[in-house]
């Protein structure tokens, strides 16, 4: 049964939370009276139908409907979340509240996107106050899976439960926050950082520029993959934590920070900031800024995915949810759709195309999604069985060139116990033109010896629906083809 989500207020993070219901098979409504608000959310939802599905070796579900409302009692009739991102004014979330509970049902979570207000104080006279709690996200919303939320005293046990499941569902991370406090966890610890920044700015110590680069080349490359505590317990040797901290924890006393003191925003110092700032991004829009991030959020995660590793290993288990439906869905007699890519810049030879090991790749990554497909995850791998490939065949088409979205569809035309025989067809969507085939023959082996031998139940009740229900497909005309045939008229 289609769920359907209310978003009122279509900005940055409005928009996110669009794209994170919507790609993730929910219908949408959004109410925001502004009058770019729909192109900001169409752009919004551009970047995020570029970026999210690539995280994932098994297909999306299909996306859901997007509305946009004329008033709130449209955006949220018979919604199953409603999820407020209006400005940070307590007076106008108050006035949000109240339209929004006159209109929808009791009992209906809504979540709200502030950054800073606690829910008590989100609650206050609000028609049914224990429907309200905090769910602060991060932005990209579509790409950041954490969510901190944030119950207040008369939050039902029930109700929140509810709500952290719903959130699990569309790829969420949500975090309990057991105790109310203003700005929550996370801002509070950004808040430190930022403070510090400001005056290492304000007093000429370093640039914006140069306090990015320490971040992002530096300590920051570290919190991606093990955050703070686990980072320090590390640098702690063999001894871990309580060696760090008996080293390093003296250190705390001396006055090294300016944490309790806040630069005045002067007209100086903000233009100081922005001055810097825009020497720093150089000519980039800001919708090519976000582009950069998310294609960079987008590597890092899979990069994290293959090692099964903090956010990766999230993503590894929300796919574990999505492939029993793909499966389902995929039981009747069409290829499959596994897998897209764009063709990134360093994928472009000296004669503007994709190179050719880059065809191999893709279609080693359109494989390997179809063996996550049937089965062989870190478990099966670890018991010492997999799929080596024994044969490629490829064949180009057509020319590919950077920034070019690309879709495979995977058809089995033979499996057994032992092999598995596919083609896939490489398309480039907007056109529909074929770009590249590739016919593959894989041969299930013991890892261990390097022998072949039969896939184990677990693989084949899964590959065998697939395998029957793509029998009955035509055989594409140039399987089996041998390098160099010429073709037949």
Sequence with gaps: MTQFAAIIGGGVIGGGWVARFLLNGWNVRVFDPHEDAERKVDEILSNARNALPRLYDTPMPVEGSLTFCSTVEDAVRNADWVQESVPERLAVKHATYRAIQEHCEAGTPIGSSTSGFKPSELQTDAIR??????????????????????????????????????????????????????????????????????????????????????????????????????????????????????????????????????????????????????????????????????????????????????????????????????????????????????????????????????????????????????GLDQEYLASGHSYYTAESHIMNRSEARVGERLSTSTQIIEADEKRLHVFHILRAPADGRVVATAEQMMLHVDSTTGKVCPALQSVMERLEPLAIAHASLPCPDVVGRYTGERKTA
């Excluded at 093990?226 to 006055?255: D, N």
């Excluded at 439906?325 to 195309?353: C, F, K, M």
């Excluded at 880059?358 to 049937?374: E, G, K, N």
């Design 129 to 374: 106050p224990q429907d309200i709690l905090v769910a602060h996200p991060f932005n990209p919303v579509y790409l950041l899976p954490l969510v901190e939320l944030v119950p207040s005293a008369v939050t039902p046990d029930a109700f929140l439960e509810e709500a952290l499941d719903l959130l699990r569902g569309i790829g969420m991370i949500p975090l309990h926050i057991r105790h109310e406090i203003d700005a929550h966890v996370a801002d509070r610890l950004l808040e430190a950082v930022w403070r510090e920044a400001l005056w290492l700015v304000r007093d000429d110590i370093a640039t914006t520029q140069e306090i990015d680069d320490i971040i992002r080349y530096g300590f920051g490359l570290r919190w991606a993959q093990m955050g703070l505590f686990e980072t320090y317990r590390v640098a702690g040797g063999e001894a871990g934590m309580k060696h760090f901290i008996s080293q390093f924890g003296p250190c705390l006393e001396w006055p090294w920070s300016r944490l309790t003191d806040v630069p005045e925003l002067t007209e100086a110092l903000v233009e100081k900031i922005a001055r810097q700032s825009d020497e720093q991004s150089g000519e980039l829009s800001i919708r090519e800024l976000e582009r950069l991030r998310d294609d960079n959020l987008v590597g890092m995660l899979r990069a994290l995915k293959d090692r099964d590793s903090a956010a990766g290993e999230h993503l590894n288990r929300h796919e574990t949810v999505l492939m029993p439906l793909v499966t389902e869905n995929n039981r009747h007699a069409d290829p499959l759709e596994l897998y897209d890519v764009q063709v990134l810049p360093s994928w472009i030879d000296y004669n503007g195309h994709m190179t050719e090991f880059r065809y191999l790749q893709v279609f080693a990554d359109a494989s390997d999604a179809l063996l996550r497909l049937i």
